[in-house]
């Protein structure tokens, strides 16, 4: 069993920043893959962002690239989501999860698949 547990989200303006951090206890948080994912009212849950066990890699969503970043401290087990330039569309409850599969664009990009989640985090953006 592994047990996710958002924070950082929080109402901010326009342009800001946010990190946020998912802290994992449980089964051995290195060798999984973690995701983040977000969900505004109304839509479904989509992808942001996706870092490989051991840092390789890394992939994100283009409605993010170059404004959010992924980064992950085994030593802490704990991964985190750096995100700049803050956005009205940006709002959303973001969540983080991890799958224990090998790394593949296809996989770590869906929702399906993914083992374990938290709770998620609010993060609202004003315009």
């Known amino acids: 069993q592994v047990r996710l547990v958002e924070s950082g989200g929080g109402l901010v303006q326009a342009g800001d920043s946010l990190r946020l951090s998912c802290a994992a206890s449980?089964?051995?948080?290195?060798?999984?893959?973690m995701g983040w994912f977000r969900q505004a009212p109304g839509k479904e849950r989509e992808f942001v962002a996706a870092?490989?066990?051991?840092?390789?890699?890394?992939y994100y969503s283009d409605s993010v690239k170059g404004r959010f970043s992924i980064s992950r401290d085994n030593g802490q087990n704990t991964v985190y989501l750096q995100m700049n330039s803050l956005k009205p569309e940006d709002t959303a409850v973001y969540y983080c999860?991890?799958?224990?599969?090998?790394?593949?664009?296809?996989?770590?990009?869906?929702?399906?698949?993914?083992?374990?989640w938290g709770q998620g985090t609010q993060v609202t953006v004003s315009s």
């Open positions: 999860a991890t799958k224990y599969v090998a790394w593949s664009i296809a996989l770590v990009t869906s929702t399906r698949g993914y083992d374990y």
């Open positions: 449980g089964r051995a948080f290195s060798r999984g893959i």
């Open positions: 870092m490989d066990r051991n840092d390789d890699n890394t």
